[in-house]
């Protein structure tokens, strides 16, 4: 894949090549590393522990190549969060290493570097920023400017990212007085603007319309193809399954399954989802014998049954409407939500985790 030049601009005295070049790793130090294009990130036996007891991330080990979209998928609580803000500094890991290739390859430790780890990475936190002083445009360029951009550079590069997204009419509207949809635009253009070789997205379409979403996926995928590696926090699990390369499934702080969202649907292969809509206050009806799993995530009763099951279940679920204990139902294929379910055993707006203790490192 070749890399275009805006990536190589990117980071500041940060150029993409098999050369040795300078980071920087505090204000005043820098230091010789040899990036290269195809470093990807790595996060090896990361272990998060607050106050000595909560075990926030345990043992996750993954892997982001550049010219990837990876999703960081999980309930609430999961452990998302503590673990992308261990790669820009923000926490620091109990244990293990998070680098910009492999160390023995000459790659960078971004937990001992944070400076240069925040000269490398693009970072949408999943907080609105505190831009309430400034109109849209003017942090957009600042950010970009910041981030090492020249001054032209940035300007194009801003004027085309708002037009792309579709909010010029709120370019000279002042932070605290954007909808919370614009401004989380606005922050994702301030994070992708002159971006880094690693882009982390706390959930960037959090608030954002579905029209807009699209055009801010369709940028996430362009950031991509231009050569970033692209770590992405969602709770979106259909947009998810549409727009990303890869994805970890995280529960209590770990991976509990990763791949391709067709790999990880693939034990569902042959199956279809029976959705059935219970009326309020009705108590989940007995599991029928073809169920393959079920669920019920609020007034939701979700059931996946083999394919030659399909008119036995159709038969049961209109049972359940005609003796009003349903009020509508629907059949169709199984989506990386019947997964995420199966593998979480709750939906995304369920309740937080609860405090556990840290799994034993052997
Ligand atoms: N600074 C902190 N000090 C103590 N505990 C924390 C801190 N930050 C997060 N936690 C705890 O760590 C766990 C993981 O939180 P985290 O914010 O990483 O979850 P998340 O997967 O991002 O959740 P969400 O989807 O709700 O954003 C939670 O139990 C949370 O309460
Ligand atoms: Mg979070």
């Not at 244990?95 to 000269?119: C, E």
Request: net charge negative; hydrophobic share 40%; aromatic share 4%.
């Amino acid at each position: 894949m070749s890399i275009p030049t805006f990536l190589e601009q990117a980071s500041v005295g940060s150029v993409i090549t098999n050369q040795t070049e300078s980071i920087a790793m505090t204000d005043t130090e820098t230091t010789s590393t040899r990036l290269t294009a195809r470093d990807a990130l790595i996060i090896d036996d990361v272990t998060k522990v607050y106050g000595g007891s909560l075990c926030a991330n345990d043992r996750v080990s993954l892997r982001v190549e550049p010219g990837e979209v990876y999703g960081l998928l999980g309930p609430n609580g999961a452990g998302k969060t503590t673990l992308v803000s261990q790669i820009i500094g923000l926490a620091t890991p109990t244990s293990g290493v998070i680098s910009l290739g492999n160390l023995a390859d000459g790659g960078i430790d971004l937990v001992a570097n944070p400076a240069a780890a925040r000269q490398l990475c693009s970072y949408l936190p999943q907080a609105q920023l505190p831009i309430d002083s400034l109109r849209a445009r003017t942090a957009i360029e600042m950010m970009g400017r910041i981030r090492g951009g020249s001054a032209d550079a940035v300007r194009e590069r801003a004027g085309a990212l708002i037009e792309a997204l579709e909010i010029g009419e709120w370019e000279t509207t002042f932070g605290n007085s954007l909808s919370g949809g614009v401004k989380r635009l606005v922050g994702f253009i301030m994070a992708i603007v002159q971006p880094g070789r690693v882009v982390i997205l706390d959930e960037p379409t959090n608030d954002v319309d579905p029209l807009r979403r699209r055009l801010m996926w369709a940028e996430i995928r362009e950031l991509a193809a231009r050569g970033s590696a692209v770590l992405l926090v969602t709770h979106n699990v259909l947009e998810a399954e549409r727009s990303v390369d890869r994805l970890a499934l995280i529960d209590e702080g770990r991976v509990v399954a990763e791949g391709t969202p067709a790999s990880m649907k693939s034990a569902d292969k042959g199956r279809l989802r029976l959705q059935a809509m219970l009326e309020p206050g009705q108590a989940p009806p007995t599991t029928p014998a073809f169920a393959r799993t079920q669920t019920m995530v609020g007034r939701r009763y979700l059931l996946t049954v083999d394919q030659p099951d399909a008119m036995q279940a159709i038969d049961w679920v209109r049972g359940l409407i005609d003796s009003g204990v349903a009020e509508e139902y629907e059949l169709g294929a199984t989506t990386l939500e019947d997964t995420y379910v199966r593998l979480i055993g709750r939906d995304n707006a369920d309740e937080p985790v609860t405090a556990r203790a840290p799994a034993s490192q052997s």
